[in-house]
């Protein structure tokens, strides 16, 4: 019973400081002044860039191997080949297959809907220019015709990067939530006391810094605060469901059968989080001039974030069970041994 009060603590303390973390850059991103505005929330997603790699690297890939053994084991299937790597590779490429066909359909019905609006400047450009050689006019007028229709050519390629960028943060988002299920059910199945305190604050700590990343990514995009507000709390909820859904499957005999499923959704999600790691993040930040060693610094320091709270959770997993430990090469929080 005592477990089950903290539990509830829990879900309270998780729900209310991943909501804040989410919604913090986007007080961070409407402080200051414009150009030293841009620049925090640049470092801030240079960060948010470590984070989601070492999240990758470091703690979802090894819970999935963890997963897909403990299948293995239960069916006497002998195998070398490498399964989670694999999963998440099919992850990176579904949500690649899934951005460029979004991005396909949006970008044929963007041009369909705008194909008048952009011919008639054109050819109205073109009659203007002969009419300014037939008569000899000054071709001061032409410039600025032409000058006109750039704008707008340079407008309708901003749109298209504005949706793009959205397209990518809803499957951030998606992911991320996903992942966060699966942390709060692993939460769920903890029993002792001691463990659940000591891993509880590890998760705490390491929601809030994804949560943060999560709202960075947002506000680079420009979305609007009821849009990054409803992403946050959807995100928000994740973990506190999942940790509901661990105490009503705590005695279940269907928990080992689930792992298949898990280790799959999860590989998904790993693949996620290395698509916007490196065709998000590092592609659109490092691609802008100046102040390139300080966003690698700041992408460093997310990774080392990230990796102490996975070398403190997994000294904390020694010592509540010394005899696993040994057993066990995985620093992952979201893999309380002997549970699952």
């Not at 603590?9 to 409407?30: D, E, N, R, S, Y």
């Not at 620049?39 to 890939?61: H, R």
């Not at 705490?204 to 999560?214: C, E, P, V, Y």
């Not at 999600?269 to 102040?291: C, D, H, M, P, Y």
């Amino acid at each position: 019973m005592e477990h089950l009060v903290i539990k509830i603590v829990v879900i309270f303390c998780l729900l209310c400081l991943t909501l804040l973390a989410a919604l913090l850059p986007f007080k961070i991103g409407h402080a200051g002044h414009g150009g030293r505005r841009q620049l925090i929330l640049s470092y801030c997603n240079c960060f948010a860039g470590g984070v989601f790699l070492a999240t990758s690297l470091l703690d979802l890939l090894p819970m999935i191997e963890e997963k897909f053994k403990a299948v293995f084991n239960e069916s006497g299937i002998v195998t070398v080949f490498p399964v989670a790597e694999f999963t998440t590779c099919m992850g990176f490429f579904m949500v690649l297959l899934l951005e460029q066909i979004v991005h396909t359909f949006h970008e044929r019905s963007f041009l369909h809907s705008h194909n008048h609006e952009v011919k008639a400047p054109l050819l109205e450009e073109q009659n203007e220019q002969r009419n300014r050689y037939m008569h000899s006019e000054s071709n001061d007028a032409f410039s600025t015709r032409q000058t006109s229709c750039d704008s707008q050519k340079e407008i309708l390629l901003k749109k298209e990067q504005q949706t793009e960028g959205s397209i990518r943060t809803y499957i951030l988002v998606l992911a991320l939530s996903m992942h966060s299920i699966f942390e709060g059910l692993a939460l769920g199945l903890i029993v002792e006391v001691d463990r659940l305190i000591q891993i509880t604050i590890a998760v705490i700590i390491h929601k809030s810094i994804i949560a943060f990343a999560m709202g960075v990514s947002m506000v680079q995009h420009k979305m609007a605060f009821g849009t990054v507000l409803k992403a946050a709390i959807i995100f928000s909820m994740m973990a506190p469901i999942g940790i509901g859904v661990g105490i009503g499957v705590l005695d279940s005999s269907s928990l080992k059968s689930s792992n298949l499923a898990s280790g799959i959704l999860q590989g998904i999600a790993n693949g996620t989080f290395i698509f916007v790691t490196f065709f998000e993040i590092l592609q659109s930040e490092l691609a802008r001039k100046g102040n390139r060693l300080l966003k690698v610094f700041f992408m460093i320091i997310g990774y080392s974030v990230v990796t102490g709270l996975l070398y403190y959770a997994n000294i904390m997993e020694s010592k509540s069970h010394p005899v696993s430990a040994k057993n066990s090469t995985s620093p992952s929080i979201n893999i309380p041994e002997g549970v699952v």
